[in-house]
């Protein structure tokens, strides 16, 4: 009952932190949708940069005419023009957006900070308040100007892709769509194990820079009293920790990425060998 109960409040809290993440959007929410449509109109253009060769490599093999080539040549230029556009364009505004709503948030939690009443900074590191201010609201940043529009973009890039692999040949398609559900389960095993050692990466960080915060405010009194070495032994341990929790992150990526990349090449190369097949 009581682990039930538990789990229970962890859904009601992630829920309600990410909206209250997401209504610090609604001010800007005419220029989100603006980066949204951009990020349609970069996708199409990533669609259409391979139909566009394809479609020359195949005219000109049947007429062997080079003013396909030189069309071809003139609309690839003109898209990757407009593609460069509109990528400038969705950054600024992601960017502008993503530093406005930060600029909100750290006024907030500073005013949410100053109403605290003074027993909670008497068993509150100030190292930790610190982190929380800046580091912490830094990496939300990160999920405003990049994460969430990076996910919109994916995600409508792999159904169009998807669909169109399946107008041009369903064979094929279908022959790419075996390993989906590998790359799913990677993907969800990935997020949990991802999850847990960010967790503790940001931990450990909190960890050092509280630990940096107090003692070097205080390095008179540590040094009145002759506790270098002891704190030097401390200041290590904390070090430790923060690089093995770093290591581990990246280890996570090391393993990860080329499981993602050798199931790409895998399905490839089958793609090859039925193409081939085809041709004979």
């Known amino acids: 009952m009581n682990s039930s109960k538990n789990i229970s409040k962890k859904e009601m809290n992630k829920k309600s932190s990410t909206m209250r993440l997401i209504a610090y959007m609604k001010p800007y929410a005419h220029w989100v949708i603006f980066a949204l449509l951009l990020v349609l109109g970069l996708t199409a253009f990533d669609l259409y940069r391979p139909m566009l060769v394809g479609d020359a490599i195949d005219t000109f093999g049947a007429n062997g005419d080079y003013d396909v080539i030189i069309a071809t040549a003139i609309k690839y230029a003109v898209v990757l023009a407009l593609s460069f556009a509109f990528n400038i364009a ?18 907030d939690l500073y005013r949410h900070i100053q109403s605290l009443g003074s027993r909670y900074f008497d068993i509150t590191p100030v190292g930790k308040l610190v982190t929380r201010v800046t580091n912490d609201v830094e990496a939300l940043n990160e999920m405003y100007s990049g994460i969430l529009v990076q996910l919109f973009r994916n995600i409508v890039k792999i159904v169009g892709l998807a669909g169109v692999m399946l107008v041009l040949d369903v064979r094929l398609a279908a022959i790419s769509f075996v390993l989906m559900p590998l790359v799913i389960g990677l993907t969800v095993l990935c997020q949990k ?21 107090e003692h070097l405010s205080g390095m008179k009194i540590i040094q009145i009293f002759g506790r270098q070495e002891r704190k030097f032994e401390e200041f290590h341990d904390k070090n430790t920790k923060l690089y093995k929790a770093f290591y581990r992150e990246m280890l996570m990526y090391a393993v990860f990425r080329p499981a993602y990349l050798y199931s790409e090449h895998f399905v490839a190369d089958d793609s090859a060998v039925v193409r081939k097949q085809k041709c004979v």
């Not at 600024?92 to 948030?105: A, E, F, P, R, S």
Request: hydrophobic letters at 40%.
């Open 90 to 107: 969705q950054t600024w505004i992601l960017q502008k957006t993503g530093q406005n709503i930060i600029l909100q948030m750290r006024k």
């Open 193 to 213: 194990i991802a999850r847990n050692i960010y967790r503790l990466y940001r931990t450990r960080l909190t960890d050092i820079n509280t630990f940096l915060s």
